[in-house]
């Protein structure tokens, strides 16, 4: 069983950045870092999207397409946290940020499993970010 808490959203104008953080609490029996990491998004009205997954060990990352170059992943399995560096905020990026724990089958062909959300069994509650133009 995994508890995910995520903070450090906010609001922000245009071309701003931000750091959001989740913190891994992990039941005995299993580690931090034998899970892959994501961060997904939910905007009003628009269902979940993945935004970036990072493998256990840190070594695979994947960002979908709207973020890459803005937004940077990285975890510390030493304190159990995942941060996104979320750089250059535009207001298409406003949406609750969540932080997501799971086991996903390793990428093949143009399918990004760390970017499905079916792969993530442990959500935590969300951080808004709003972005003003």
């Known amino acids: 069983d995994v508890q995910l808490q995520a903070s450090g959203g906010g609001f922000v104008q245009a071309g701003g950045s931000l750091r959001l953080s989740c913190v891994a609490s992990?039941?005995?029996?299993?580690?931090?870092?034998?899970?892959?990491m994501g961060w997904y998004r939910q905007a009003p009205g628009k269902g979940r999207e993945g935004v970036s997954c990072i493998s256990g060990g840190g070594g695979s990352i994947d960002y979908a397409d709207s973020v890459k170059g803005r937004f940077t992943i990285s975890r510390d399995n030493a304190k159990n946290t995942v941060s996104l560096q979320v750089n250059n905020l535009k207001p298409e990026d406003t949406a609750v940020y969540y932080c997501a724990a799971g086991r996903t089958p390793y990428y093949s062909g143009t399918y990004r499993p760390g970017l499905d959300q079916r792969w993530f069994g442990y959500w935590g509650q969300g951080t808004q970010v709003t972005v003003s133009s």
């Open positions: 992990v039941a005995s029996g299993s580690t931090f870092s034998s899970y892959v």
